[in-house]
């Protein structure tokens, strides 16, 4: 039907759904533009922003990811407008979250977080494989799922998944006492070590030197310990060069520099200490505020057999001593403990040797012993 402005709608006919959407676009930032008192020769700057290409948006926001220092950073430039936020979930952009980007703390968990970390493995970001494994792993008691999330890591050279994964080994985590691979966990050791981890590198000294899951070679062993020391020195010298030129731009340089100092776990010698990794400090924060109950850390979920009625009801269960693990038993009595007093247990040798230096060893005492040997003495008869 022709009417006589027709000629209007004939103008229009060949008109796709994008055109009427940039002039839409257009005619809001125009009618914004106007509101504000802007120049009417800026109103095309919203069609440029509009009209940039997706490629070039997921560019920039993956460098957003790449370079974040914290989730918040990323989860504000998703947030900015509906674009943003469906480019941001690219797997572009998730794939090259940096470590910073993607330390979830404790307290904010959520289904959310889980999904985002989530999208983060399925996208092949080795980081957040590792961080979501241990989580899973200890904290959620999904072993099966955990373990796949690390070993996943750990295949793509993540150094730490390797790591982790060796402790699994060497305690049977998540399983019984028979379930423990010394060959496997010392081979896991040598990868990680191979990578520049200077606990896995101490970890496989001191199995050399024990023999414990590799043929026993004392000048191996020590050679190795030699070797993760002087790579904690390098880190500690770094790091305080760091401190020290924080120090020299503001006020609280010697506070940083105490808050962060420790002792070398094999010479004694105070230096500053490396950064804890987000998976160490998530299990730290989390176990602080909740118990070592069935629902975190029971071996019940992970299919390796029927536990018995103290482990269900996670009795017993203890933290490792190293302030700055956060790993949990799995099982009762599954980390090793000091010989001498019995009171302090770790995961792995690397945790005990180092903490001997940094406290145990100015506490360590044989109470238990005094006690049982006064106790003996009491009982015995007078002669």
Not at 233 to 257: C, E, I, M
Request: one cysteine or more; charged letters at 20%.
């Amino acid at each position: 039907m022709r009417t006589r402005r027709g000629a209007c709608y004939s103008c229009h006919a060949g008109e796709g759904p994008d055109v009427h959407r940039r002039k839409k676009r257009r005619t809001a930032a125009e009618g914004s533009l106007a509101v504000s008192g802007a120049p009417a020769g800026c109103g095309g700057l919203g069609d440029m922003f509009e009209e940039l290409p997706d490629d070039l948006v997921v560019s920039i926001l993956a460098d957003v990811a790449a370079s974040a220092g914290s989730p918040a950073d990323l989860a504000g430039a998703m947030l900015t407008c509906k674009r943003f936020r469906e480019l941001g979930q690219s797997r572009v952009v998730l794939a090259r979250a940096s470590p910073r980007c993607l330390a979830v703390p404790s307290k904010a968990w959520s289904d959310e977080a889980h999904r985002f970390l989530q999208r983060c493995a399925d996208a092949g970001n080795l980081e957040a494989c590792y961080l979501l494994g241990m989580i899973r792993f200890y904290c959620l008691g999904r072993r099966g799922s955990g373990a796949a999330l690390m070993a996943a890591a750990a295949v793509g050279g993540h150094r730490e998944a390797l790591y982790s994964l060796a402790v699994i080994q060497f305690n049977g985590s998540g399983g019984s006492k028979d379930d423990r691979d010394l060959r496997a966990g010392a081979a896991l050791c040598a990868r990680a070590a191979s990578l520049g981890h200077v606990d896995a590198l101490r970890e496989l000294g001191h199995c050399l030197q024990d023999g414990y899951g590799v043929r026993r070679s004392v000048l191996d062993g020590r050679r190795l310990l030699i070797q993760a020391n002087t790579r904690e020195l390098a880190a500690a010298v770094t790091a305080s060069a760091s401190l020290l030129r924080a120090g020299n731009t503001g006020n609280n340089g010697g506070k940083a520099s105490r808050r962060h100092s420790c002792l070398l776990s094999d010479f004694g010698c105070r230096a500053a200490a490396g950064e804890t990794h987000a998976a160490n400090r998530f299990l730290v924060d989390w176990f602080a505020s909740r118990p070592l109950v069935a629902s975190s850390v029971a071996v019940a979920g992970s299919g390796a057999g029927t536990a018995s009625a103290d482990e269900e009801t996670g009795g017993g269960l203890r933290l490792c001593s190293q302030a700055l693990c956060g790993r949990p038993e799995t099982r009762r009595h599954e980390f090793r403990r000091c010989s001498v007093c019995g009171v302090v247990n770790y995961c792995s040798r690397a945790c005990q040797a180092l903490h001997w230096k940094m406290a145990h060893k100015a506490e360590c005492t044989p109470m238990d012993r005094w006690l049982d040997a006064d106790d003996a003495a009491v009982a015995a008869p007078a002669p």
